[in-house]
Structure formats: C-alpha cells, structure tokens
C-alpha cells in the first residue's frame, strides 16, 4: 500500500489544486528521504501524472517533483501528527503524512531516473494500450519465478502491488506459486484481463482502505474497494467463487503475504 488505484485517486483528487499553481514552500526536516525539494521552490506546476505508485509533479523549468508513498504515504488538506513535508501554494496547504517513513520525495530534471532505479525499469501501466496481451505473454513465459512475485516486480506490468496481485491471481484462478513459464496461454489472456478489470473497478472505488487505515484519500475519505475483495485480507472466511466450497488462506510469497482459494486455485 498504496498501489496504483490509492495513488491515482490521490492524483485526480490533488490536480484541480495544483494545476498552473506556483510551489512557494516545500517544508521538512529529512534532506536525505526528500531530495533536492528547493528546486521546486517558486517552480509552477504544469501537469500532474502517475507512473506504476509513483505521483509525478511535472514543473516549469523542465522539472519534475516525484513522490513514492511507500507504504503509508499519503496526502492530507489538514496539518496531521505525521505530517512530513508541507507543500505550500497559494491557494492552499497540502500536507504529506507517512506514520512508517518509507515513502520518498526526489526533484529532478525532468525524465532523470537514474538514482530511482524502478521507475527507469518499469513495464507498461496496466490500463493504457501499452499493456498488450502479446507484450504480457512475452515477460511471463522467459522467467521461471513464482508468477505472484512477476507481478510484484513492477516489470511485467506496472503499478500491481500485494493487495491487487492476490485479486488478480483469484480472478483469473491462478495460484500464486506457479512459474510464470509454466502458464498456459489461455491462463496469461485470463490474467491479464483480470489485471485490467480489477484494476480499473478499484481505481473507480477510490482504492482500498484496510482496517489499519494507513490510507485515506486526501479529503480524508475512505477508499471502498475493500469491500470488493475476493482474496486479499479475507483469511478463513469462504471463497466467494460460485460453487466453490473452499476457504480464504494466507501463506508467504516472495516475502510477501498472499491470499488465495487452494480449491479454485490449484498449484
């Protein structure tokens, strides 16, 4: 958390905000977690896009302002117990909370990656006509690795993270410890529909807030495609699948913790 539906909501809600607005103060004590942030002091901001998890500011001067969340990086319009940067404007006060410190912030010349490996590596976004069947089938079939963990990597397909990996895998039937090379093609054209349609109703649901409540939409509402889950956080409770009589477990995968159906997905 947050993955690509929590930080597209946060950018679509964000936008109207910042859009032709002038960057007048970027405030916080950790030069070494956000780098270079005075570049964007007096910098305008141009446009707004999001890259897999990260939120891209795309500055004059031909800069842009990256920000990785991390795992409970969020936006708030309030001052927050855990604010760490303040992002001031002229019409408004945006204020960057993350409890567990892991997200990032870098300012740099625009299209400069190279010290965000990730986002130099990246595959295509799952909703966009980059993200083709063929592109897809082509990354899965040359690699031998548990197929939960591909989707992790963010080379494949960008932007799926655990929570989106384990509805994906469920929908599509595919447990989460099979090799990607040993996957049918009916099974790779069944994922990667599963991706595209999980991703666009969680995107359209405002994310997923878990009971934790790590993530909050920047008006301090709640995302609702927890409610939606099929696999994700749902330990012993029954398969949702029509017909299937099987429960929810939880195991580890790729360091990660991963739900899913043994019933209906069968290794």
């Not at 005075?38 to 500011?57: C, D, M, N, Q, Y």
């Not at 500055?59 to 991390?70: C, M, P, R, T, Y």
């Not at 963990?149 to 895998?169: F, K, P």
């Not at 996957?183 to 790779?188: D, H, K, P, V, Y």
Request: net charge positive.
């Amino acid at each position: 958390m947050p993955e690509l539906p929590e930080v597209e909501t946060t950018r679509r809600i964000l936008e109207p905000y910042l859009l032709g607005q002038r960057i007048q103060k970027l405030l916080h004590s950790d030069p070494t977690r956000y780098r270079r942030t005075e570049w964007a002091e007096g910098r305008k901001v141009l446009g707004t896009s999001r890259r897999g998890k990260f939120l891209i500011l795309h500055l004059d001067k031909q800069l842009e302002a990256i920000v990785h969340l991390g795992m409970t990086g969020g936006f708030r319009f309030e001052p927050h117990q855990h604010t760490r940067v303040t992002l001031h404007l002229p019409r408004t006060t945006l204020y960057y909370t993350d409890p567990r410190r892991f997200g990032k912030w870098w300012v740099v010349e625009a299209g400069d990656y190279r010290e965000i490996d990730l986002l130099r590596r990246m595959g295509p976004e799952p909703l966009s006509q980059d993200f083709t069947l063929a592109g897809f089938k082509q990354s899965l079939l040359r690699t031998t690795r548990e197929i939960k963990e591909v989707l992790l990597s963010q080379e494949a397909v960008a932007g799926v993270g655990n929570i989106y990996a384990d509805e994906s895998l469920w929908l599509s039937r595919i447990h989460p410890e099979r090799p990607a090379d040993s996957l049918s093609r009916s099974e790779i054209k069944n994922l990667y529909e599963a991706i595209r349609a999980v991703m666009e109703q969680a995107v359209e649901a405002g994310g997923s807030t878990l009971s934790d409540q790590s993530y909050q939409q920047p008006d301090g509402e709640p995302g609702y495609f927890q409610f939606s889950h099929n696999a994700y956080d749902r330990t012993g409770q029954r398969c949702k699948r029509p017909g299937c009589k099987g429960t929810i477990v939880k195991m580890v995968v790729g360091g990660r913790g991963t739900h899913f159906c043994p019933r209906c997905q069968r290794l």
